[in-house]
């Protein structure tokens, strides 16, 4: 029972030390509060890992588009053949048909 009662008295006064609850009320505000918070650092670096998969993509359309304009460039057929799967272009002469598969 004394045990009990010290142990009681000994919380009692460590939860009533100024230190302590400036202690506790800091390291409530770095955690939650702050700028630079856990939370917001957390964000952050979700924040960070989707911008670079959005730079990656955007590096792999850079690479497909230089393809592309390597293939245009590359001559009259090659420009030609891009015109026609892209525009559906035709020679005058010629007739158009477009085939839509259906599943």
């Known amino acids: 029972m004394a045990n009990e ?12 030390n100024k230190y302590f609850i400036a202690s506790v009320l800091f390291l409530a505000w770095i955690v939650f509060f702050d700028e630079n918070s856990f939370v917001s650092h957390a964000e952050n670096k979700q924040r960070l890992n989707e ?4 730079k990656e993509y955007y590096l792999d ?25 892209q525009y559906y272009m035709s020679k005058p002469d ?10």
């Not at 690479?63 to 057929?77: F, H, S, V, Y």
């Not at 010629?94 to 599943?103: A, G, K, N």
């Open 5 to 16: 009662k010290q142990h009681k008295n000994k919380w009692s006064k460590v939860l009533k």
């Open 51 to 54: 911008l670079n998969k959005q």
């Open 61 to 85: 359309r850079i690479e497909e588009d230089k393809q592309k304009l390597e293939d245009l460039n590359a001559g009259k057929q090659e420009l030609e053949k891009f015109a026609r799967e």
């Open 94 to 103: 010629e007739d158009l048909f477009i085939v839509i598969e259906e599943d």
